[in-house]
């Protein structure tokens, strides 16, 4: 299991998480929490990130499963939470977007929203709920006859590692040090980085993405240019699963 966070608001979480989602194999599902900038429809509201991810997955799972908190204005979650008298908590967080799929998938995913240091108010982080995950599925491996005789996969995930996004433009040397810096001190395990081409016009790009690869610990899973057309399938050809 993965959480997909990036070094800022549109470096590309959704284009990876959708990629990644596209390239695995065996019963694959994506989540997206949070999520604002949401359309109003018939069905209620509908975010186009969670849309991409489930066109990417093959698991059945309800719209609501797949994003369980969403919001109309285009702005930090916690602002918009505030404009409807919804309070925002790590916990409320995770009870609200758990879902058994995470764990029995051969390859789950859930995407975050902006950074890793999103806000929720009040003090808190979706990176607090990322660290509540991880000690939740540290505390719920089942037992190994449950593992042998139930339809659990083999490798149960007791952990969640994080997939770094690393938008590609001027600043992002900074940004994805002080974001690795981050994820390692909350005793995170980074299971890749990415860096993604956000700036069609970067100056420099090769030295940037050779700094990069001095800095970064976690495994380098890919650079992807700057596409003309950001599918999932196109993004992919310049990715590899993380290990």
Sequence with gaps: MYFVTA???????????????????????????????????????RNSDAM??????????????????CFAPAIAPHIAARQVNHTLTAQGVLDTMYHPA??????ALIEGAGGWRLPLGNGEYLSDTVK????????????????????????????????????????CLN??????????????TIAGWVANQVDPHMAFID???DSLKQIMTGPFLGYVPYLAKPTAINAARYLQMPS
């Design 7 to 45: 070094t800022d608001t549109d470096s590309g979480k959704t284009l990876i998480s959708a990629a990644l989602l596209s390239k695995a194999t065996g019963n694959k599902c994506g989540f997206k929490p949070i999520a604002s900038g949401c359309e109003s429809t018939e069905d209620g509201l």
């Design 52 to 69: 991409m991810l489930m066109t990417q997955s093959n698991m059945d799972l309800p719209y609501q499963s797949v994003n369980p908190i």
């Design 102 to 107: 995470m764990q029995s998938a051969d390859f």
């Design 132 to 171: 509540l995950l991880q000690a939740k599925l540290q505390n719920t491996k089942p037992q190994t006859e449950l593992v042998n005789h139930m339809n659990y996969p083999s490798d149960w995930p007791s952990s969640i590692d994080v997939i770094l996004v690393v938008g590609m433009k001027l600043g």
């Design 175 to 188: 940004h994805a040090l002080l974001t690795q810096e981050a994820l390692l001190a909350d005793g995170l």
């Design 207 to 209: 030295d940037n993405l």
